[in-house]
């Protein structure tokens, strides 16, 4: 496939076939990372794969109550409560990456990011489809989610950056969105 073509056909997708993505393809997917461009060449970025469901639900319902949260000017770590009531920002995706930097290093979301984008244009051309969800704070401060962390092997001084679900979209694929940018200026 085309890059352009990639680029102009893929779209977010928020809801998915109850079908995993094969380990395999996500394998072949991820295989952007050897491509992708990342500040200093430092390859911070740990990449975590999900697939349980309780996990995937747990940080999904987290980054939902935080982003709420955030928007209302409340910086303050969510209750177990408030998340248990939370939808799950990530749908009901078979299978959600965590793309993971270091707190203290200025372009972890840079990198995350970009890496995300290419996750999404490569999953796109398997026929795969993807959402990238953006982080705001910490999703997985909680104390919970610190022991998720911690039991994914992601040392304390990580934090989410980007989230990506992905699996094989569900019913119409989504038309794409009229973009209004500002006119680009050439002097
Ligand atoms: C930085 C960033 C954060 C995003 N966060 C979310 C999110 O939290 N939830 C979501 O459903 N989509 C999220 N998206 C997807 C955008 O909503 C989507 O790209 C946009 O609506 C354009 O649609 P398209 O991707 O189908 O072209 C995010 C995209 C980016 C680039």
Do not use: W
């Amino acid at each position: 496939m085309e890059l352009m073509e990639a680029m102009k056909g893929r779209r977010s997708v928020r809801r998915f076939q109850d079908r995993l993505v094969p380990k395999e393809m996500i394998e072949n997917i991820l295989g952007v990372m050897e491509y992708s461009p990342n500040a200093g060449n430092r390859n911070s970025i740990r990449t975590i794969v999900l697939t349980n469901r309780d996990e995937i639900d747990y940080i999904g319902k987290a980054h939902t109550t935080v982003i709420n949260n955030f928007n209302k000017g409340v910086m303050t770590l969510p209750s177990e409560e408030e998340i248990e009531k939370s939808p799950s920002a990530f749908h009901n995706a078979p299978t959600v990456l965590a793309l993971f930097g270091p707190k203290n290093f200025y372009f972890s979301s840079a990198d995350a990011y970009i890496l995300a984008q290419n996750i999404a244009l490569a999953a796109y051309e398997q026929g795969v489809s993807t959402c990238i969800v953006g982080e705001v704070l910490n999703s997985m401060g909680t104390e919970k989610g610190q022991s998720l962390q911690k039991a994914f092997g992601i040392p304390e001084n990580f934090a989410p950056q980007v989230y990506v679900t992905m699996g094989y979209c569900q019913g119409n694929y989504p038309k794409r969105l009229p973009r209004h940018y500002a006119p680009v200026i050439y002097r």
